[in-house]
């Protein structure tokens, strides 16, 4: 009597076996799970799900059929025997999509793959209700498809997944990304094109994430088979992925052909050059795709019109003009806004191919192209033509750039709309260069008056370019009039307009007199170090140790009001300030110097904790201590800082103010010698963790400055 060994996973949950579509010998030995003592009576036969194997031949004899039980069950994890059974012949034969799914006939005596058991749990999981183990299971193909092989994973695996493809945007997701990366499992180059099928489902669905990951995975597949194979990528390209982009192309949707659009340039690339027709029929679909009736299709074309480019420019140049170009120029001139904006944003990449080959119809149409974005009906074009401007100036060369766009440049500068006055005036400095020699006289006037400007955007956008202009200036005529610029923006009403100013004063410092520096300066940050908004006041605080560097330690001392100012920031209400506070003069300190601090900081950190009633302030005394520790060295701290608090601070009847002493004093104490750390910071540290300090967290910093002088080197 023959020995029939059959594999099955118990599962934890049931699963349909009309989905399966188990085979009539699979579901004749499900039927025998009635015989076997160690199935439990609530178990049905659902729970059961054949595990990968061949499918078991018709027997016309009896066999003794025996179950082998792999289950997340421990006590029912065993081999038991039934009575005999006759198992039928399938009418329809093996099930080819349900190959993982059939039964197998084994020899008793031959070890069943443990392998297999998870095998079968994670394609139970794919079907499950759960999103998260379906995601889970998803991200995991690349286990069953080692499992299955290649010829399984090309055969059954991919067409099991392609049948019961999932709806939810974040399965298609993560399968749009597995397939990516999943050459390898299907075996190899030569088989890759199977995953041009599934792929092409993808990047049609109507979820834009699934689509581009689906498009980005098409890319992944045809760089590498190009770099692994030129014959494989011949077969892949011609066979496949040409007629996928005809495919897409022609699609009933705009998602598919938004697709087509993304994957164009590339397919075009690597069609191999004795396939003439093939290529013209790619240029003839990009420009049926650029003419395409949904505004989302036309947008793409715009997007990729460059890399088309590029790739017509190292294969077929002479198309650039005669196809391309055309192609372009309907798009600039498209009625929808948004996919001239795009244009725009995308044409300094084309307008550089055609630039490059030198040709005088196809340089000019994209020169007279290019300045018609800065005139467009919308101001939405002026805006991006404004913001692409230093690429556009690069892509047409010095020549246009001096004749054409800087004709059109002032133009955006005294535009109506103060978006595009602001964006232009965001490229003054970087226009500028390319045209140095025509600054004084084309862009200087039109600056000046740009002061008055009625937008405060402008203005701050001015502000914050203007500087950029002082090494350009050749003429003393031309410098006088950026001082008085300048100048000009330093009293304006709007605090960000002056705060731009100071933040960039360096890169003007050196056309100023130090007279006209301390007279309109200091008026400037002042008001600014009061300013209402705590954010102005802080942001105006990060400058001052740029203006310390640039202006130097003399200008300081003549100007005390400046280093009131940083000491009078450590008052201030709100905590960030007061931190960046401390943080400004440890950098100004770096700055000036040891003997300049001792001078005009420490006696004043010090003189706030003398002279505080705020609890506030002295955390905030004992804060900047711990900081300025790092940089007026160890004589400073032995002498000035540490009195304050071995005397006073640790004894403080504010517990806030012990444990900030506890841990300023764990910050100074690599820069005491270990006589003094021993006779007057350890005191100070173990009354504070003794059993008198009632405070938990006094403790607890007290105990993390013990632990670090025990380890702190002498």
């Known amino acids: 009597m023959k020995d029939i060994v059959a594999p099955y996973a118990l599962l934890r949950h049931p699963v349909s076996l009309s989905t399966l579509d188990v085979p009539a010998p699979s579901l004749c030995t499900l039927s025998a799970l009635s015989r076997f003592p160690c199935v439990p009576s609530h178990l049905s036969r659902s729970h059961f799900l054949p595990l990968p194997f061949p499918h078991l031949p018709a027997l016309r004899n009896p066999v003794r059929l025996s ?12 081999l038991v025997t039934s009575s005999e059974v006759r198992i039928p012949p399938s009418p329809l034969g093996p099930h ?127 760089a590498t088979i190009a770099d692994l194979s030129d014959t494989d990528s011949r077969t892949l390209h011609v066979d496949h992925m040409f007629p996928l982009l005809q495919r897409l192309a022609s699609g009933d949707w705009f998602t598919s052909r938004v697709s087509a659009c993304s994957l164009l340039p590339d397919i075009y690339r690597r069609i191999p050059a004795d396939e003439v027709n093939a290529r013209t029929e790619v240029l003839n679909l990009f420009k049926s795709l650029a003419e395409d009736e949904t505004p989302m299709v036309r947008r793409t074309a715009a997007v990729e019109i460059g890399r088309v480019a590029q790739s017509l420019n190292n294969l077929d140049p002479t198309s650039i003009r005669n196809a391309l170009v055309p192609v372009f120029a309907d798009l600039v001139e498209d009625d929808q806004d948004s996919v001239r904006i795009v244009a725009v944003q995308n044409a300094a990449t084309f307008a550089g191919v055609v630039m490059k080959q030198k040709t005088g119809d196809g340089a000019n149409r994209v020169i007279e192209l290019v300045l018609g974005f800065t005139t467009d ?173 640039q202006l130097g330690r003399d200008f300081f001392e003549e100007n005390a009001k400046l280093g009131d100012l940083c000491i009078s920031w450590l008052g201030d209400c709100v905590y960030s300030v007061r931190e960046a506070a401390i943080a400004n003069l440890k950098a100004v300190t770096e700055v000036f110097g040891i003997g300049w601090a ?32 790092e ?15 071995t005397e006073r601070a640790y004894r403080d009847p504010v517990p806030n103010v012990r444990f900030c002493s506890a841990k300023t004093l764990n910050l100074v104490i690599p820069y005491v010698r270990q006589d003094v750390r021993e006779s007057k910071i350890r005191p100070c540290l173990l009354s504070l963790v003794d059993v008198n300090e009632k405070d938990k967290d006094v403790n607890y910093f007290a105990q993390q400055a013990l632990q670090k002088l025990g380890t702190c080197p002498s």
């Open 377 to 549: 009906k919308s101001w939405r074009v002026r805006y991006v033509a404004a913001d692409e401007l230093n690429a556009l100036c690069d892509a047409l060369g010095s020549e246009p750039t001096k004749k054409d766009l800087l004709p059109a440049f002032v133009k955006l500068l005294t535009d109506s709309e103060p978006e595009v006055r602001t964006a232009a005036a965001n490229k003054v400095t970087a226009v500028a260069q390319r045209i140095i020699e025509l600054l004084p006289s084309e862009i200087v006037p039109v600056v000046e008056e740009m002061v008055s400007d009625a937008s405060q955007h402008v203005r701050s956008a001015l502000a914050s370019n203007i500087m950029g202009l002082a090494p350009n200036l050749a003429t003393s005529e031309a410098v006088n009039t950026l001082v008085d610029v300048v100048m000009a923006l330093l009293k304006d009403e709007v605090p960000e307009v002056r705060l731009n100013v100071i933040s960039r004063l360096e890169k003007v410092s050196f056309i100023m007199s130090s007279e006209k520096l301390s007279r309109e300066l200091l008026p400037a940050v002042v008001d600014l170090a009061e300013d209402k908004n705590w954010r102005v006041r802080l942001a105006t605080m990060h400058h001052i140790p740029l203006l310390a560097s």
């Open 67 to 78: 179950l082998c039980l792999h289950s997340p069950f421990p006590h029912l994890q065993q």
């Open 598 to 629: 001792k001078d005009h900081i420490v006696p004043q950190v010090l003189g706030m904790y003398d002279m505080s009633n705020n609890y506030l302030l002295r955390v905030t005394s004992l804060h900047a201590i711990g900081v300025l520790a």
């Open 631 to 645: 940089v007026v060295g160890s004589e400073t701290v032995e002498e000035l800082f540490l009195p304050i608090i």
């Open 96 to 222: 080819p999509r349900l190959q993982p799914f059939a039964m197998t006939s084994i020899s008793q005596d031959e070890d069943l793959d443990a392998a297999l058991y998870p095998i079968a749990v994670l394609l139970d999981e794919l079907k499950n209700e759960d999103l998260e183990l379906r995601l889970n299971a998803t991200r995991r193909i690349k286990t069953i498809a080692e499992a299955l092989g290649p010829e399984r994973t090309r055969g059954e695996l991919l067409p099991f997944l392609a049948d019961s493809i999932d709806d939810e945007d974040e399965i298609l997701l993560a399968l749009a990304t597995e397939f990516g990366d999943f050459i390898e499992e299907v075996g190899g180059s030569p088989h890759a094109y199977v995953l041009v099928e599934p792929l092409e489902t993808l990047a049609t669905v109507e979820e834009t994430l699934v689509r581009e990951k689906a498009v980005e995975s098409l890319h992944a597949l045809s």
